[in-house]
């Protein structure tokens, strides 16, 4: 909407001559600024926030106001990570490993006064390792996807869970997978991981609903990070060919998601979200232009 002129220059503001005067994107600029105000001194919990998805949900957050534990197992990213924070956030870097019980445990119901109180878990930690059929498929990769993505955010979970359902307030977004979704040849025990990790969404969901506490799950295709540098073990050139002859998602796009999800009013939860590069119209099919 344009300013109206004859609102501007004929006496004095009324209620009706106030809505004529700012512009939608006015508007939308006032509301941001409410949610930065209503963000102060609120905190988020980002697993895995050292590469891809997780740090793009951290610093997403960090902008919007929120001060952060991130958690990883690389030190050296979690101090990358607080230079690029906008100047004034809290930054809390915590250091271990989703699998090990104890240490999260430990970590996570002794943190200071002054971080104990988490308004949003973002559970995002996870990897795919290997892609092998079922015949052929390797114990190790299989403990390491079922320890990491499922028992690590349960054990992350069950540490945060007890202060959000105290205060009758939290925010809870797991990061599934379109492989939790549907299943694609190879991807067997990865893919069983984020079904488990939709199922324990929903159930968070049901069980947290009389502490009127908000959870989501967010279920990407295929975004380009170091997912498949994991995956491959390494293997750069063959990490490369996942992302190649079409456009993947970005870590920004599921943390602008992040961010619309949270800046909704307490009334709404978006619930659960599949999002898939405009090239991939399921697990399986994906228009590529590979040079011939
Ligand atoms: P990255 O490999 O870039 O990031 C994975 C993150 O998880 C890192 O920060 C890593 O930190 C952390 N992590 C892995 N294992 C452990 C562990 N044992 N303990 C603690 N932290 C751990 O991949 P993405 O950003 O892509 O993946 C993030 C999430 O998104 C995962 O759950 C993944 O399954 C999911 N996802 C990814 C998609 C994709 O195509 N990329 C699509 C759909 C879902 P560190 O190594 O420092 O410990
Ligand atoms: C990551 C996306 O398709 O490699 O969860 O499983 S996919």
Redesign the pocket.
């Known amino acids: 909407m344009l300013p109206n002129d004859s609102a501007v220059n004929s006496g004095p503001l009324t209620v009706d001559k106030m809505t004529l005067i700012f512009s939608v994107a006015e508007v939308n600029k006032f509301s941001h600024s409410y949610y930065l105000v209503r963000m102060k001194n609120k905190i988020a919990l980002v697993t895995g926030a050292s590469s891809g998805i997780g740090w793009a949900c951290a610093l997403t957050m960090a902008k919007m106001g929120y001060d952060l534990i991130a958690t990883g197992r690389r030190a050296d990213r979690l101090e990358d990570l607080r230079q690029e924070l906008p100047e004034g956030v809290r930054f809390l870097p915590l250091l271990f490993d989703v699998r090990d019980r104890a240490e999260v445990e430990r970590l996570l119901t002794n943190l200071p006064a002054e971080w104990a109180s988490i308004d949003v878990l973002v559970n995002n930690a996870g990897n795919?390792h290997g892609l092998d059929p079922i015949q052929t498929g390797n114990v190790d990769d299989w403990d390491a996807m079922l320890d990491i993505n499922v028992k690590g955010l349960l054990y992350v979970s069950k540490a945060i869970i007890p202060g959000m359902t105290e205060r009758n307030s939290g925010f809870i977004i797991n990061i599934g997978?379109?492989?939790g979704k549907e299943v694609?040849p190879n991807?067997n025990v990865?893919?069983a991981s984020?079904h488990a990790v939709d199922a324990l969404t929903n159930g968070m969901r049901m069980d947290l609903n009389p502490f009127g506490i908000k959870v989501m799950g967010i279920h990407?295709?295929?975004?380009e990070t170091e997912?498949s540098l994991v995956?491959f073990k390494g293997d750069e050139k063959r990490a490369e060919t996942i992302y190649q002859g079409y456009a993947p998602l970005l870590a920004q796009d599921i943390a602008d998601i992040v961010e619309f999800a949270l800046t909704r009013p307490p009334h709404v939860v978006i619930a659960d979200v599949v999002v898939l590069p405009t090239a991939q119209a399921s697990?399986t099919v994906i228009k590529k232009k590979l040079p011939q």
């Open positions: 795919a997978s379109i492989a694609y991807g990865y893919c984020k990407p295709g295929l975004v997912f995956r697990a």
